[in-house]
């Protein structure tokens, strides 16, 4: 069973940050990639951030160059550093966990900006 655990969401105002981390415990089989996406009221899940197994990395448009996504692979942990937020970035993130037999979803954490 693998179980992935969310932290790090919370209210912030225009302009914060906040970090999101993921981490994932269980009988995790080899890795593809770890990602966040997020869902807005209304709106359909989207894909925030993602990172590979040979440490690459891929972002939406909407968060290029105020997100980071990174990896600690001895803890099987991910995060997102989220900086210069903004109100349209208010959402339920979810941490992603795509491995070569499987793929598992976090439970979220939600994300609010607004002053």
């Known amino acids: 069973q693998v179980q992935l655990v969310e932290s790090g969401g919370g209210l912030v105002q225009p302009g914060g940050s906040l970090r999101l981390s993921c981490a994932a415990s269980g009988s995790i089989s080899k890795i593809n990639a770890m990602d966040w996406y997020r869902q807005a009221p209304g709106k359909q899940r989207e894909l925030v951030a993602g990172?590979?197994?040979?440490?690459?990395?891929n972002y939406a448009d909407s968060v290029k160059g105020r997100f980071t996504i990174s990896r600690d692979n001895a803890k099987n942990t991910v995060y997102l550093q989220m900086n210069s937020l903004n109100p349209e970035d208010t959402a339920v993130y979810y941490c992603?966990?795509?491995?070569?037999?499987?793929?598992?979803w976090g439970q979220g954490t939600q994300v609010t900006v607004s002053s």
């Open positions: 992603y966990l795509d491995t070569v037999w499987d793929d598992y």
């Open positions: 990172i590979f197994s040979d440490g690459s990395t």
